[in-house]
């Protein structure tokens, strides 16, 4: 089996424990269980590309019985082919996936730009027409995108109530927080709960970065470009933790395998942390750019530290486009959930 096949087998055995874990909550709810069939007060939630949820081939996300409540937005992204040509990227397509690592080793430009709320407000008026009462919209963090100011101009166009959640997370950290949300609205929770349990998990979540040069997020602005010219000058392989919305320099390995190994030490000691605090709820999630073979290891390292499998994602194109060929990420997050008494059981 190829590192790739094997990751995407990673990536099933999660997505199947996301389902079960669905299906363990709706059936730890004493009395009368939410129907799966409830056609009135239903909340969807929508969220963009950078929660780094795998979709299917019709751009839909692969998470079973919660795809139905969860919708995913493309963040766009341009590659300049010329002084005078960009080519814009709308969708997560082959061709991206293709066009950006070539982009990137040749040294192009290469920007991504928010989901324009008309954009967003079309997916909005889609939901409510499907008859869905109102709708969490939870994004990639503010400090990093525009994304959450175009949901909520969006939010301001369409005839349900949106619930607009700045998630300050980005990759699995979000798409974590999208799916206890997603988790939520199908058993049932009100517009307001199901915010509260995407904020609630978002803010219980972190997530740990190292890439090979810090050149690529100094060209998006993404980091300040002293640090950047620090980890030039130095040679470092720079270790980052996404902290209150913005990524923030947390080590200066020399070497990437020594990168490779603080990232393996931090993830782990977080997830340690965060599973003394959750009663053993934690899920963790490795992200890589085209690095398979190292990603897998590093997920191998960290499955002791949780009980529910560890998926290996690709960096979404939005993330890539920033962080650089060669990039790796661990994301960790303490998921929130609703208590629902009885009574509050929707048919």
Do not use: N
């Not at 053993?280 to 009980?307: D, I, K, M, N, T």
């Amino acid at each position: 089996m190829s590192a790739q096949a094997e990751a995407e087998a990673r990536t099933e055995a999660w997505l199947a424990s996301v389902e079960a874990r669905l299906e363990a909550r709706r059936s730890a709810i004493r009395g009368p269980k939410p129907s799966r069939r409830r056609r009135r007060g239903r909340i969807a939630v929508v969220t963009d590309s950078a929660a780094a949820l795998p979709q299917d081939d019709a751009g839909g996300v692969r998470l079973g019985r919660l795809a139905r409540t969860v919708v995913q937005v493309p963040i766009p992204v341009m590659i300049e082919r010329s002084h005078h040509e960009t080519q814009i990227y709308p969708e997560a397509s082959e061709e991206l996936r293709r066009d950006l690592p070539l982009a990137l080793a040749q040294g192009a430009a290469v920007r991504t730009s928010r989901p324009s709320p008309g954009r967003l407000a079309e997916t909005y008026r889609a939901l409510a027409k499907e008859g869905f009462a109102g709708i969490v919209s939870v994004h990639l963090s503010s400090r990093l995108s525009g994304t959450v100011d175009a949901a909520r101009l969006a939010a301001e166009e369409v005839p349900v109530p949106v619930h607009v959640v700045d998630s300050k997370q980005a990759g699995l950290a979000l798409g974590h927080a999208v799916i206890e949300a997603a988790i939520t609205a199908q058993l049932g929770g009100t517009l307001a709960q199901t915010s509260e349990v995407a904020e609630r998990t978002a803010a219980a979540s972190t997530a740990f970065v190292t890439v090979p040069s810090l050149e690529q997020l100094r060209r998006g602005g993404r980091i300040t470009a002293l640090a950047s010219l620090l980890g030039s000058l130095l040679w470092v392989k720079p270790l980052l933790e996404l902290k209150d919305g913005e990524l923030h320099l947390l080590e200066r390995p020399r070497t990437w395998p020594r990168a490779v190994e603080r990232l393996l030490a931090v993830s782990r000691t977080a997830a340690q942390q965060e599973h003394a605090a959750a009663a053993g709820q934690v899920q963790l999630g490795v992200h890589c750019f085209g690095e398979y073979q190292q990603a897998l290891r590093l997920a191998e390292s960290l499955q002791p530290a949780v009980s529910g499998p560890v998926p290996v994602l690709d960096l979404p194109p939005a993330l890539g486009a920033h962080l650089g060929l060669g990039a790796m990420a661990v994301t960790v997050s303490r998921p929130a959930s609703y208590s629902f008494p009885s009574s509050a059981a929707p048919r």
